[in-house]
């Protein structure tokens, strides 16, 4: 890849395609994708689909067989594109033997940048490691303070780029929570984020698009597209102005939705529904009805739906 300049801001991927044995496995085939400068992108797919590879070649770290790369007009290879990047791996690996505050220290001299050690501490804080902790070697770390570690040393430097492989892996509701408002806030600050999880309420929280990957193959997508156009199930719950099954039954049919029998007892309801027009409209003919719906809930959020129409498991 060639590290000429382009005036291209944000990520940029064309054409990218990864072998592996020889070019008898193929991992990446014919890769997309457009992320803009301050966006939030995220990666979905079951294991094996490719992303940790995608990730690697993002970095520079992995040498992609075909296709073309550009982190703010640079390749991901030019050493001023990667001083852009803050990165937190799926597989964390520090010297057990350091502290967590040496940690710090060690990625301010990497990425060469003038910040003060009290500038270091407010990272760990930042990130919810407890001060304890700062002098202990990591290798007595849990699973969720190498986490947390992890994210402050990506955020050494106020990058421009994140680019997260399962940053909440092993971190408890509380580490979760925290990670999602500095993601925010990072994106507020106009940082580009690109994030790799399993955990896909997490995803369609923090993110703007997603990029769906199978096979080596990439569907990208914004949030408002993603699942909207696959059937799913809804939850209705009524107050006391509630309609009986034989009366609700005809308002689904008109609307093209039709109930699960026996799912809940009265005045809930599950409704099977095409896709996201269709409850929109189904929400429409309950309203003129005048009855009391007090909840509309779907059973699966819109990336599970996605998530479970692409996969073997999720298709009939």
Same mark, same amino acid.
């Given at each position: 890849m060639s590290t000429t300049t382009t005036s291209t801001s944000g990520l940029s991927v064309k054409g990218l395609a990864k072998s592996y044995s020889g070019g008898r496995k193929s991992v990446l085939v014919d890769v997309h994708l457009e992320v803009p400068s301050g966006g939030a992108f995220g990666l979905i797919g079951p294991n094996g689909s490719g992303k940790t590879t995608l990730m690697g070649c993002l970095l520079g770290l992995l040498k992609a067989d075909a296709g073309v790369i550009h982190i703010d007009g640079m390749s991901p290879e030019d050493m001023r594109a990667?001083?852009?990047i803050g990165y937190v791996p799926e597989r964390i690996r520090f010297e057990p033997w350091m502290t967590g505050l040496q940690v710090m220290e060690l990625h301010q001299g990497l990425a060469g940048v003038p910040e003060s *050690?009290? @500038? !270091?501490? =407010? !990272?760990l804080r930042k990130v919810g490691l407890m001060e304890q902790a700062w002098e202990r070697p990591v290798r007595t770390y849990s699973r969720g303070m190498l986490q947390r570690l992890a994210l402050a040393q990506a955020l050494v430097g106020k990058p421009s780029f994140l680019f997260l492989d399962e940053p909440t892996s092993g971190m408890d509701p509380t580490g979760v929570l925290d990670v999602r408002r500095i993601l925010e806030e990072a994106q507020a600050a106009g940082m580009t984020i690109l994030l790799n999880s399993h955990q896909l309420d997490q &995803?369609?929280?923090?993110?703007?698009? &997603?990029a769906f990957l199978k096979d080596g193959r990439l569907e990208a997508m914004s949030m408002a597209d993603a699942g909207a156009g696959l059937k799913h199930v809804v939850r209705l719950r009524f107050g006391a102005k509630a309609p009986?099954?034989? =009366? !609700? @039954? *005809?308002v689904l049919k008109a609307v093209g939705a039709s109930l699960v029998p026996g799912a809940l007892p009265e005045p809930k309801?599950?409704? @099977?529904v095409a896709d996201d027009a269709t409850t929109s409209e189904l929400v429409r003919a309950l309203a003129k009805k005048g009855w009391d719906l007090v909840e509309l809930a779907p059973e699966q959020d819109q990336l599970e739906r996605l998530f479970l129409n692409r996969t073997p498991e999720g298709q009939p």
């Open positions: 990667k001083a852009k *050690p009290e @500038e !270091l501490r =407010d !990272l &995803v369609g929280k923090i993110c703007q698009g &997603v009986k099954a034989k =009366d !609700l @039954e *005809p309801f599950k409704v @099977e």
